[in-house]
């Protein structure tokens, strides 16, 4: 096993987690119980094991993992902002670390390209992707501006269609419009769950905006609050999983001309804590 380089990671968890399998592989001495006594706490055996479980890790017992990982100025600083875009309170915090990683160099050595980051960053460059299909579309990013909503501004167009012209999710034909590829967008696994909630909150944030700006009779938004069985609610989910397949195959197979572009956002959220056993 290689030693895992945590430029490659957008989860610090899982970085630590493939961390310890390497130092432990070198060591099979170093077990989870070594590390939390490494860590300054000899009575507290699982404090390793619980970071990995979603327990908070405070600056103190950053600066102590920094110290404990070995690794040098740079790759502390990477892994010190990744803690912090991970252990975000609010969108604002999470969206100011995301940026901070994204805008270090380091990354573009890994195999997390930039162009993905990018992609991932706003929720309109995909936005921009899905209108190309709806009509003639150039390189000049006022018209697409002007109808996209909520508002964005050219210059935000401009970014978004060089991302998705370096990813190749689009291309120019002949006479120079932009057109959709098949290729699909493909991010590097231990990152992709990290990416792919950033661009959730940002459409969730969209979601808001709309229902915040008036009346729209082609908006459809709809929420239940249900008190439901596990069993009720293993169902629920197959019905979802069952309409998501179902939406992939209308969408696919579609004969018509494309001529809207639409946001679905589906969620089942917990609003009650699991019972500790």
Do not use: C
């Not at 082609?218 to 179902?246: H, K, P, Q, Y």
């Not at 679905?264 to 056993?277: C, E, G, N, Q, T």
């Amino acid at each position: 096993m290689e030693q895992p380089i945590v430029y490659s990671y957008t989860n610090f968890r899982r970085y630590l987690s493939d961390w310890h399998a390497w130092a432990q592989e070198q060591n099979p001495d170093f077990n989870k119980s070594e590390v939390s006594r490494q860590l300054g706490l000899p009575r507290t055996r699982s404090f390793f094991t619980d970071v990995l479980a979603g327990r908070k890790l405070t600056p103190t017992f950053v600066d102590r993992m920094v110290g404990l990982l070995g690794i040098d100025r740079d790759e502390a600083r990477y892994f010190r902002i990744l803690v912090r875009y991970n252990q975000a309170d609010t969108p604002e915090d999470r969206e100011l670390a995301f940026d901070q990683l994204t805008g270090m160099s380091r990354v573009q050595r890994t195999e997390l390209e930039q162009a993905s980051y990018r992609y991932y960053r706003h929720w309109w460059t995909g936005a921009v992707r899905a209108m190309l299909a709806t009509g003639d579309f150039t390189d000049d990013p006022k018209p697409i501006a002007q109808i996209l909503r909520p508002a964005v501004t050219p210059g935000q167009v401009k970014e978004a269609i060089a991302t998705i012209l370096e990813l190749g999710l689009v291309e120019r034909d002949a006479k120079g419009y932009l057109r959709q590829t098949t290729k699909m967008l493909a991010t590097p696994e231990q990152s992709r769950e990290e990416l792919v909630k950033q661009l959730q909150i940002q459409q969730m944030q969209v979601v808001q905006t709309a229902l915040m700006s008036g009346d729209d009779p082609d908006r459809r938004v709809f929420t239940n609050t249900v008190a439901i069985s596990n069993e009720g609610a293993d169902l629920i989910l197959e019905r979802v999983e069952s309409f998501r397949r179902a939406l992939r195959a209308i969408v696919q197979q579609d004969p018509s001309p494309q001529e809207r572009v639409l946001q679905i956002s589906l969620s089942l959220i917990p609003l009650l804590k699991k019972a500790s056993r």
